[in-house]
């Protein structure tokens, strides 16, 4: 049996701001597999990630390029389904990476455990309010930086589900936003 010749494939990796240093870390990932595989990358992505409907845009107009796959992060979990769907009902595969989206219609999603990540948040500010002060008690603000973005939603949870072991401790405040 012959292997598979992808060298003509092209995939098409959507990240939340192309002006993040984070995000541009997962270009470079996206560029060491496109060479290590011999595929061809397009690197997509709105300039913030507060442009959902850029995010909606860029990815419809990927559909429409017709890609071999593409994997994408999606802003904002509602916004992003539908689009999702539509590329998977045209044949191409997708990817979901960092924040889910609200459709199961993708091949796999690759992240971190964000509600473990919010409550080891949680651990570390009792463990500096105790450091502090002597004791794990007093009043907490937090901020999201992003309404929408389920990997955001999945950390806020994480937090306040591990905020629960500190009883003395209170939340007083959450507000969304940069």
């Known amino acids: 049996a012959r292997a598979a010749d992808f060298s003509k494939a092209r995939i098409v ?4 701001a192309t002006t993040s240093q984070y995000w541009a870390t997962v270009f470079d990932g996206a560029d060491a597999a496109a060479k290590a595989l011999g595929v061809q990358v397009s690197k997509l ?11 909606v845009s860029i990815m419809e107009n990927a559909i429409s390029s017709k890609p071999a796959g593409i994997v994408i992060a999606a802003t904002n979990a509602a916004a992003l389904a539908k689009p999702i769907e539509d ?8 990817v979901v990476i960092d924040s889910d989206a609200n459709t199961s219609s993708y091949v796999t999603f690759l992240a971190t455990n964000n509600h473990t990540g919010g409550v080891k948040a949680a651990d570390e500010i009792a463990s500096c309010i105790k450091a502090r002060t002597g004791k794990v008690a007093g009043d907490v603000a937090y901020l999201s930086a992003l309404a929408g973005a389920q990997s955001l939603n999945d950390r806020d949870q994480g937090f306040l589900d591990g905020l629960k072991k500190y009883p003395d401790l209170k939340i007083v405040e959450h507000r969304t936003g940069p």
């Open 87 to 94: 590329a998977t009902k045209a044949g191409i595969p997708v």
């Open 13 to 16: 990796v959507i990240v939340k």
């Open 45 to 55: 992505g709105a300039t913030a990630e507060t442009d959902v409907a850029g995010e």
